[in-house]
C-alpha cells in the first residue's frame, strides 16, 4: 500500500496536472518501474540491460515553465487562474500552492488574479470566442534564478478602459511584488503576447516587450542556454542534467570502443543536446524540421563560443538525402509519436555501430524498436529517468548497438 506523502497539493483531489499526489515520491518511482517492467519485457530481456530509474534530483518546485488558463471553476464563478479539473476541458481550478511550480509562480499567479479579478475584464470564452483574458505564461531560470513572465489575450475589448494603461499598471504590480521582496527571483522581462487563435493553446501572433528582455537563460551542464517565450526547453532544468549526462555517458562509452568523429544529433530542437555533446566529438550535426528552433540553436552556439556544431533546418526523411556525409553515431530525440516508419527506414540504412535513442514517451519508443531488432540492432543498455515528478511520465534513454 502505498504511504501518503504530507507534502501532498492541496488541490490533488480537483487538479488534472498530477496524477500522483499523494502518495510517497518511492512508491511514484516504483509505479513507473512496473510500467517500464510491463511495456518492454515483451520485447526484451531487461535483466542485463535495464539501470532502473533515476529520480530527480528536485521532486518538489520543479517546473521551469507553467502554462495557467483564465477561466471559471464553475459556470459562471468568478474569475480563476490555474489549471483544468480533472477530466474537464472547461474548468479551471486556481492552483496557488502547486508542489510543482516553484514559490514565485505561485505569487505571481495570485498578483495577477487578484489585479485582473478588479478589472472586471472576462476570460476567453472558447465557444463563444469571446473574451480578453487566455493565458498567463511563466518561465524560470533554475540555475539562473531568472524569471520572464508573458501575459497572453485575445484583442482588447472595446471600453473606457485603455489596454495599454492597464497593461503598465499590471506590470507595476508584479514588479512591487519583486521589489517588496515576495517574488524572490528576478523578474528579466514582462511580456504580453496576443493570441486570437480558436486553439486552448499559446500561440504567439505577436509579442511586444511590456518590461526588460524577452529572453531569459538558464544553464545545463556548463553551458547555457538562451530561451525565448516559446523555445523548447526541458521543463526540469535538474532532471535534464541526469538524463543529458546520461546521453553523453552512453556516447562516451561508444567511443572507447568504436573511433568515431561525427555524430547525427536527429529531432535536435533547439539544440540543447547538440551543443552538451559538443565536448565528447569532433563533429555535432543536428537536424530539426522547425526554422526558429535551428535559428536559436544557431545562435546560441555563436554565443558560447562552440565551432563544433552544425545545425540544419529541415524534415529529417527529407534532410538525410542532403547530407554529404555519413555518420560514425546517432542521437535520435524524436517528438511524443516517435520517429516515422519512412525517416526510421532511412536512419538505419546508414548501419551506424550504436545508435542513443532518447524518448519523451515510451509506448512510442516499444513501437519503434522492432525495426531497430530487424536491422539487427539488440538494446545494450537502458535508463529510464524521472524528469516529471508525481505524473506518469517518464524519459527512457536506450543504447542500441549492431550484433
Known amino acids: 500500500m502505498s504511504t501518503i506523502d504530507s507534502t501532498a497539493c492541496v488541490h490533488a483531489e480537483k487538479c488534472g496536472g498530477c496524477q500522483y499526489q499523494g502518495m510517497s515520491y518511492d512508491d511514484t518511482l516504483k ?23 533515476l529520480p530527480s534530483p528536485d521532486i518538489l518546485g520543479y517546473r521551469n515553465k507553467m502554462e495557467y488558463s483564465f477561466g471559471d471553476e464553475v459556470k459562471g464563478g468568478p474569475l480563476t487562474l490555474g489549471l483544468h479539473k480533472k477530466k474537464s476541458f472547461y474548468d479551471v481550478i486556481t492552483v496557488d500552492g502547486c508542489k510543482i511550480a516553484p514559490q514565485d509562480f505561485d505569487e505571481i499567479l495570485k498578483c495577477t488574479l487578484e489585479f485582473f479579478q478588479k478589472t472586471g475584464l472576462k476570460y476567453y470564452h472558447k465557444k463563444k470566442k469571446e473574451g480578453y483574458l487566455r493565458h498567463l505564461l511563466l518561465r524560470r531560470g533554475r540555475n539562473t534564478g531568472m524569471l520572464l513572465i508573458d501575459l497572453v489575450t485575445a484583442d482588447f475589448p472595446e471600453g473606457e478602459i485603455n489596454e495599454h494603461e492597464l497593461l503598465m499598471r499590471y506590470t507595476d504590480a508584479l514588479l512591487d511584488f519583486q521589489k517588496n521582496g515576495i517574488v524572490k527571483d528576478k523578474i528579466v522581462g514582462i511580456l504580453h503576447t496576443r493570441n486570437n487563435s480558436p486553439a486552448d493553446a499559446v500561440i504567439d501572433e505577436g509579442t511586444e516587450i511590456l518590461y526588460g528582455e524577452d529572453s531569459f537563460s538558464d544553464s545545463v551542464l556548463g553551458i547555457t542556454f538562451h530561451i525565448s517565450p516559446f523555445s523548447f526547453f526541458q521543463t526540469n532544468t535538474r532532471g535534464a542534467e541526469v538524463l543529458y549526462s546520461v546521453v553523453r555517458k552512453y556516447v562516451l562509452a561508444a567511443k572507447e570502443q568504436e573511433k568515431y568523429s561525427l555524430l547525427y544529433d536527429l529531432y535536435c530542437g533547439t539544440g540543447t543536446i547538440t551543443q552538451v555533446l559538443s565536448p565528447v566529438a569532433d563533429k555535432v550535426v543536428g537536424v530539426e524540421i522547425v526554422p526558429e528552433a535551428v535559428e536559436k540553436a544557431k545562435e546560441n552556439a555563436l554565443r558560447e563560443g562552440i565551432t563544433n556544431c552544425e545545425f540544419i533546418c529541415g524534415d529529417v526523411l527529407k534532410a538525410l538525402d542532403d547530407m554529404p556525409e555519413k555518420p560514425d553515431m546517432i542521437v535520435l530525440d524524436p517528438p511524443r509519436a516517435g520517429v516515422v516508419p519512412k525517416a526510421l527506414k532511412k536512419i538505419l540504412s546508414y548501419g551506424v555501430k550504436d545508435i542513443v535513442y532518447v524518448s519523451c514517451k515510451a509506448v512510442s519508443l516499444s513501437q519503434n524498436l522492432p525495426a531497430f531488432f530487424e536491422a539487427g540492432y539488440a538494446v545494450k543498455d537502458m535508463t529510464v529517468v524521472d524528469m516529471f515528478p508525481y505524473t506518469k511520465n517518464y524519459e527512457t534513454v536506450v543504447m542500441l548497438s549492431q550484433a
Open 31 to 53: 509505479i513507473k518501474e512496473e510500467m517500464v517492467r510491463d511495456l518492454f519485457s515483451p520485447l526484451f530481456d531487461l535483466k542485463e540491460v535495464y539501470r532502473g530509474i
